[in-house]
C-alpha cells in the first residue's frame, strides 16, 4: 500500500507539461518518404546480415557442376585407357572448371546452362581427333545434367570453351538449338532418371 501511494505521488508531480516535454523530445518521422527510406534500410541490413551468414549446404548450381566435372574426368581417363585417340597417354583435354546455373521457372521447365572450362593436352594430336574428343566431353556433360537425380524435365544449354575460344555447343551434337528442350533430350537420352515414368506431351 504505501509503495502504492508513493508511486501516485511521484506521478503526481509529472504534470501535464512535463509530460508534453518528454513527449516533444521523442523524435519523430511524418514525411511518408522518410518512413520510406527507413523501411528500405532496414531491408537493406537484413539482407546484408542474412548474405554474411554462412550457408550450411550448398547450392543446386554447385551440385551440378560437381557432378558434371566428376562425369567428364571418368570420360576423359576411359578415352586414353580405350586408346580412342591413338597411342597417346594423356588426355586431350584437361577440364579446368565447370560453370553452372540452374534456373527455376514457375510453370516452365527447369533451366540448366553450363559452360565447360578446358584446356588442351600436352601431347600432339590431331585436330579433328581433338574436337571428336571435345564433342564426347559436352555429349557426357549433356547426359551428365539430363540424368541428374534432383530435377526433371529441364531444358539444357552447355558448352565447352578454351580460352575465348568457343569449342563446341549444342549443335555440334546434332541438337535443333543451342537451348534444347526435354522433348528433344529425351528422343536421344530417354526419360531423366529423376522422373523414369516422364514422357513428352
Known amino acids: ?15 501535464g507539461s512535463a509530460l508534453q516535454r518528454i513527449s516533444d523530445d521523442i523524435p519523430r518521422i511524418s514525411n511518408p518518404l522518410g518512413l520510406a527510406a527507413m ?20 547450392g543446386r548450381s554447385q551440385r551440378f557442376a560437381r557432378m558434371i566435372e566428376a562425369r567428364l574426368r ?34 516452365k521447365p527447369t533451366m540448366v546452362c553450363f559452360t565447360v572450362v578446358m584446356t588442351a593436352g600436352t601431347e600432339e594430336l590431331a585436330e579433328d581427333l581433338r574436337a571428336c574428343a571435345a564433342q564426347g566431353l559436352l555429349a557426357a556433360a549433356v547426359e551428365a545434367a539430363w540424368r541428374n537425380p534432383e530435377i526433371a524435365p529441364i531444358v539444357i544449354e552447355g558448352k565447352l570453351q578454351s ?16 537451348q534444347v528442350r526435354p522433348e528433344e533430350l ?11 515414368g516422364w514422357r513428352p506431351v
Open 163 to 178: 580460352g575465348d575460344q568457343e569449342i563446341a555447343d549444342m549443335r555440334a551434337l546434332g541438337y535443333s538449338s543451342l
Open 1 to 15: 500500500m504505501e509503495a502504492n501511494r508513493s508511486l501516485k505521488r511521484i506521478l503526481g508531480m509529472m504534470n
Open 186 to 196: 529425351f528422343e536421344r537420352l530417354g526419360a531423366p532418371a529423376f522422373d523414369s
Open 39 to 58: 523501411g528500405i534500410a532496414t531491408l537493406g541490413v537484413g539482407a546484408a546480415l542474412t548474405r554474411l551468414r554462412p550457408s550450411d549446404r550448398e
Open 74 to 107: 571418368a570420360t576423359l581417363e576411359k578415352q586414353v585407357a580405350w586408346g580412342e585417340y591413338g597411342n597417346v597417354n594423356s588426355a586431350p583435354w584437361d577440364v579446368d572448371r565447370c560453370e553452372v546455373q540452374v534456373n527455376e521457372g514457375f510453370g
